[in-house]
């Protein structure tokens, strides 16, 4: 019983570790978003050079994030630290 208590624990503990990446990619990718706009009101002739770097940007925050969910499943679902 106790065995399935940690578990829970442990797949709780990546759910929350989930989330709080998806808020923050969302925070950054927002914040990104708007201070390219922010720029681009100030000086509109940097935009055409400017967009595809917050593009990839943009794209690096997400896989930043997708990265840390696929590592968080490995030791959820295929956890090499229970021993049984």
């Given at each position: 019983m106790e065995h399935q208590t940690i578990i829970i624990n442990l797949l709780y503990l990546c759910a929350a570790v989930v989330c709080l990446g998806a808020t923050l990619a969302v925070a950054g990718v927002t914040t990104l978003g708007y201070r390219f706009i922010e720029a681009s009101m100030r000086q509109p002739?940097?935009?055409?050079?400017?967009?595809?770097?917050?593009?990839?940007?943009?794209g690096l925050i997400d896989a930043i994030y997708l990265i840390g969910v696929g590592v968080i499943m490995a030791f959820a679902f295929a956890n090499p630290f229970i021993v049984r």
């Open positions: 002739e940097i935009m055409d050079g400017l967009l595809p770097k917050v593009l990839v940007i943009a």
